[in-house]
């Protein structure tokens, strides 16, 4: 991998105070069971400055962490600083309200090590009379598991509603639990006064590495002629912009663009929204994906920025594009793809959100088993048991040209590398061959 260099996912601008991360890192996130739930569960409100802005601020975290080693004090110092930004990304134009429609969105953190944790994140009206701000209740945790934190983000509403102090037994019966098994559930007890005692059970997907992901939200949003065009830049590891106003719309479909990409990982700059302050990550010369806010189009248009691919989720329109993206993919691939998809679209009332996930991923799968799915047979194994990758004998035994052709491009990618990095690592003996 590339030497470190600072993510983009940053607290300000000042890098000592950045978690940083390399650009070789992986944006999937382990799903181990056993784990703790979360982090930290922490509330985010504005506070208004003396020059009339209101400035997010941490007004509330559980669990408080005491004794830390110099290291890990520093570590969740650099964490706590990054939240506020992410928790209200659109900068500091905000007025109290009467009304607001909640809205629930994640974010990503690289630590200096290259772990990932996530932010999920609820922004809520407390409940009460007169103007009020918005604030934001955000789990943190190293677990990607989108629609289970949704869940549980729920809940902490249900229970704000009530009173900040009916929050806290909630949160530490989660934190007692332990993270269950994919396709496992775990039952969570919880006392809430005048309705009593509630069992709130929490459901892993049987598939863990669609977990975090909702591909309705981008088949709801883009044709999937557009989806492919936006499928083949990512696998080549090129620029992509997502613009939508709504917070929880970008972090949702960036999250199912990235996941397209299984069993292959996205290794670069990944900011499903993108603070206001760091705007001119766009003008980063590196691949990245990023979440930006429709209100910023003009801004982020009138960058010093390499070719990319600009996508308006909100007209389901490319904006600008590198103009080639319709050559990337093997025609007769592609075809096949999008018949698939279509079928999907067609169907999207019938099916659930699982079996969307399942359909849509199964499509994409089957792409890469078609164009690179004999990489196995292609690595030598010598005596000691560590393998060689023979890229060039792998290019050489596709039969079709167009394949060979998208192929050859593929092998350069980071993602690719990676993935032949683990499998160099990892034998697992084929019949008949010792």
């Known amino acids: 991998a590339t030497e470190g260099k600072e993510e983009a996912s940053a607290a300000e601008n000042n890098p000592s105070r950045v978690p940083q991360g390399k650009p070789g890192e992986r944006s999937s996130v382990l799903y181990s069971a056993g784990q703790f739930f979360f982090e930290y569960l922490v509330v985010v409100s504005l506070k208004k400055m003396s020059d009339g802005h209101y400035e997010p601020k941490i007004t509330y975290q559980f669990p408080k962490r005491e004794n830390l080693l110099k290291g890990q004090k520093e570590e969740e110092e650099r964490l706590l600083q990054a939240i506020p930004l992410f928790c209200f990304p659109d900068g500091n134009n905000w007025a109290p309200v009467t009304e607001f429609t909640s809205e629930t969105f994640s974010f990503v953190l690289t630590n200096v090590d290259g772990s990932r944790k996530i932010g ?132 949702q479909c960036i999250h199912a663009v990235a996941a397209l990409l299984y069993p292959f990982t996205w290794a670069h700059t990944y900011i499903p929204v993108v603070p206001e302050c760091l705007l001119d990550t766009v003008c980063c010369p590196t691949p990245f994906m990023v979440g930006i806010q429709m209100r910023h189009l ?44 279509n079928r999907h679209n067609n169907n999207n009332n019938i099916h659930t959100s699982e079996q969307v996930n399942t359909l849509v991923s199964e499509a994409f799968v089957q792409f890469f088993v078609r164009t690179v799915g004999h990489y196995a047979s292609h690595i030598k194994w010598s005596k000691n048991g560590s393998g060689t990758f023979q890229e060039r004998a792998f290019c050489k035994a596709i039969a079709s040209k167009t394949n060979r052709k998208f192929v050859k491009k593929f092998v350069k990618t980071n993602m690719f590398s990676l993935f032949i990095e683990e499998a160099e690592k990892s034998r697992i003996p084929q019949e008949g061959k010792r």
């Open 120 to 251: 999920y994140c609820r922004r809520l009206l407390p409940s009460g009379r007169g103007v009020r701000l918005p604030e934001v209740f955000c789990i943190i945790s190293c677990l990607g598991c989108f629609g289970l934190f949704s869940k549980i983000l729920d809940e902490v509403e249900k229970r704000r509603q009530i009173s900040m102090a009916v929050i806290y037994p909630f949160m530490q019966g989660l934190r007692e639990s332990p993270f269950p098994a994919p396709g496992k559930t775990v039952t969570i007890k919880s006392f809430i006064p005048e309705s009593g005692t509630e069992l709130i059970k929490l459901t892993r997907p049987v598939d863990a590495h669609l977990e975090h992901v909702e591909f309705q939200a981008l088949l709801q949003r883009l044709s999937p002629h557009l989806i492919l065009h936006i499928f083949a830049s990512a696998v080549l590891e090129r620029r992509l912009i997502f613009l939508a106003e709504e917070l929880s719309v970008l972090s």
């Open 298 to 341: 003009e801004r982020v248009l009138d960058q010093p920025m390499e070719e990319a691919l600009i996508v308006d989720l909100c007209k389901g329109k490319i904006l600008r594009a590198v103009g080639d993206e319709e050559e990337i993919l093997p025609i007769k691939l592609q075809n096949e793809m999008l018949t698939s998809l």
